[in-house]
């Protein structure tokens, strides 16, 4: 099993800028691709960004792209989402997850574990 536990949501203004972590233990050797979902009131769970554990190989949903970061501590077991230039429509609970498969999966039901999730909220 791979617990996981995610800190740094919060309320901010809309133009600033939050860092997202999600600390990995247990069978973390079991991980291949550590990844960020969303959720906002309403809407389906969505993909954000995720990294590949081994060579940092790392890939974005279209709405993120240049503006959010995805890395990794290998050391700390912890991948981190650093997100800038945040919008009203970047407001939703984001959840970590962990995939113990092949390439990079974008889609939720590909993920074995996950985040209890943290909450994002970006007043406009």
């Known amino acids: 099993q791979v617990q996981l536990v995610e800190s740094g949501g919060g309320l901010v203004q809309a133009g600033d800028s939050l860092r997202l972590s999600c600390a990995a233990s247990?069978?973390?050797?079991?991980?291949?691709?550590m990844a960020w979902f969303r959720q906002a009131p309403g809407k389906e769970r969505e993909f954000v960004a995720a990294?590949?554990?081994?060579?940092?190989?790392?890939d974005y949903a279209d709405s993120v792209k240049g503006r959010f970061t995805i890395s990794r501590d290998s050391a700390k077991n912890t991948v981190y989402l650093q997100m800038n230039s945040l919008q009203a429509e970047d407001t939703a609970v984001y959840y970590c997850?962990?995939?113990?498969?092949?390439?990079?999966?974008?889609?939720?039901?590909?993920?074995?574990?996950w985040g209890q999730g943290t909450q994002v909220t970006v007043s406009s």
């Open positions: 997850a962990a995939d113990t498969g092949w390439g990079i999966a974008t889609v939720s039901n590909r993920y074995n574990y």
């Open positions: 247990g069978r973390t050797f079991s991980m291949s691709t």
């Open positions: 990294i590949r554990w081994s060579g940092g190989r790392t």
